[in-house]
């Protein structure tokens, strides 16, 4: 593997899975793997698991770990060419990058959304300006449009706590006081639209996803027929992708609140969400703190994947 | 050792004294013992002291290390349970305790007291979520009503530097401009009643400590009376204790500053103080750089105090 | 050696560029030299290249690295002696340094010049109390008045790329919004008078360097003789050095951007900055993406110059 940006890295997803696999029963087999190997983390954005996840995998692995708060102690970078840098910006992206890439041997990079420009956003700048300039083989902590790693993680969990073959995974708008990006939503989808899995997506009126991401996902508007018979129920909040609207939270309806008179409707299903949860908005106290609830063992699982993903680029640079 | 919350974790103190000799002789003999383990260490406050050494310690142990600063490229928390999270903290603390703990095999972590609510303080809260919450062995980097890694560092700087079998050491209040926490002086004569010493503590009128960790000591009002023969003075500023004066700067009298004509009262005593210090407030420009000093080999002891906790925490992993 | 604070401390050159390379072909051979030794990076202001290239510099070789940034999670730092600390700064210099000593066996400091005051500046008095009161070897990351690994890094990369034995090596300055300090012109004067190359400096009149690192230098004022068969233009921004206009931005006059025009007056010269730099202001977007542009593989050289002097660092403390 070169880059890892979304689930077409790691098809198919049952060669993937038995790697996970490797990795989470012998974490320190492959320590001489990363040996002299220098992992860099680059953060646009705020971090608490992928910051402590990536770093731990990177460890297993043997590897140096740098981390890079592209806020803080570092200079403010301009992204945009032809601009007269007379402003706050002292360095540009453009050879912020490749010098990144010099003092490193793999690139991690977490840069969110910044909900102003949908075209913008949808075309994924920086991670690609990481790709062309760095000279590294980049991975996304995070991106405009996807969180592969958590995705992946995701599908770990369901796969560990699945009762059926063919489990019904439901997707789950949740309001939320702000405006979020459709990272985690978007990418969710695209992992569970590889799977064999009865995938179902509810979400009040407006706030559809983009049809890529989609695909042939059952979108059911009917907050009843969704949660019916669900096996997991995947909570998220987004904000609104289509059009003018792009960005923006069109109202925080908590009848849409994961509570525990729609997880009575399920087949006792299994809560799951990405973290971090705002309680008593996208999911009541008591779910969140039920048997049912894999919130932890998920977080725990991105370990797994971040070592998984990291483990197929070190191979692909012996 | 699972936890180290204070003294009683590392008692009887000669054993405890025994092994920080052995890990002072030999800061590398047991380099193994850490080997794929992971320090993640915590911080809601700002530290210089305990960040660097107890780096040093766990690194000097063959460890891995993660330093989290939660309020710097991490989510805010929020630390109360029932409420509807629809403001500026968009993590909780019962999710991210679980979580960090799923990244590590030992977590540190410094939470001073707030100030507002006593009984909220004295009850630990975070550091006893972090035990109840994380899953693994935790260590306190400095909590609301104590700082044992510091008061351990304390006692074997004494013990390099008594000149008599039991020393007079005198814990002295001096006046600073803000309110700090009550942690260091408890904590310290948390330690000191459990050694043989002639242990005194001095302070204004209004500026008790809690009976809790006075315990036996002699509390002398009189500066003189208490300054006289002692070997050892150690200063420290804090806030009120009592009742409705809880966390409140009742003044800042600089007749309590640690000077010459003080020190001349005392048998060649050694000046001590934890740092960070606030000069020709808690103390005189020569008394600090005077020989008689010990704040620069007292700081050097912290890497000795948290390397044999850590150790002694890493040996209870086996 | 001990410290490296400026050109002086690996002399001669041809011992250090050989040593220099060395480090490049083979920089993990001396993973064993660095072990047990733990590097601090002591920053006091931002840092991109000089924070990841010592890292991986220092990794390479073995050792332990712990980054502190002074602003950030630690306390604020009074500097001066004799005053009554009753401000907002709670930790004095004087005592956080051996401090920081204490946890470290090499330190590395960056703090720039506060353009205030050109004595104090110019007696680099954060370094020479580090190096004073630390008890460990220093070196320097960017003092007030020189930036030494950048221009060893410098001199590296033109002795990689120059086409003639003794090259035309031209120092130009270039505006900038800000006042910046003259610690990377000086240093790349004082580090360019040790060679035999033939060298230029050209600025415009008032931005006139300190004689000290001008010394036999040739300072011609007419941007088009500057530029005549120059092999190297190395551009960079400074403040006035002289008199009352120390510090200060005299006007940021465009006619000294470096563009097309001006390099094709040159012998086909290389481009180079120790970035970060501001596009369209010290040069034009077509220069800096040029094949003659050298910023990347400058940068690069960091890592090499970093390691090279941690190296002989280590090697003193056997």
Known sequence: MRNFLSVKDVL???????????VKAKPFADRELGRDKTLLMVFFNSSLRTRLSTQKAALNLGMNVIVLDINQGAWKLETERGVVMDGDKPEHILEAIPVMGCYCDIIGVRAFAGLQDRDYDYREVILNQFIQYSGKPVFSMEGA???????????????????????????????HPNALPQAVPNSFAEWMNQTDYEFVITHPEGYELDAEFVQGAVVEYD?????????????KNWSAYSGAQYGKVLHDD????VDAQKMALTSNAC???CLPVRRNMIVTDDVIESPASLVIPE?????????????????GLL
Chains 1, 2, 3 share one sequence.
């Open 12 to 22: 198919p997803l049952q060669t993937a899975l038995a790697l996970a696999k490797e």
């Open 145 to 175: 449009t996807r969180h592969p790693l958590q995705s992946f993680a995701d599908l770990i969990t369901i796969e560990e706590y699945k009762k059926t073959p063919r489990p019904k995974v439901l997707l789950t708008w949740a309001p």
């Open 223 to 235: 907050l009843e027929k969704a949660y019916r018979g669900a096996d997991f129920v995947y909570a």
């Open 254 to 257: 908590r009848r849409w609140t």
């Open 271 to 273: 809560f799951m969400h």
């Open 299 to 315: 977080a725990a699982n991105r370990v797994v994947s971040a070592q998984t993903v990291l483990r197929e680029i070190l191979r």
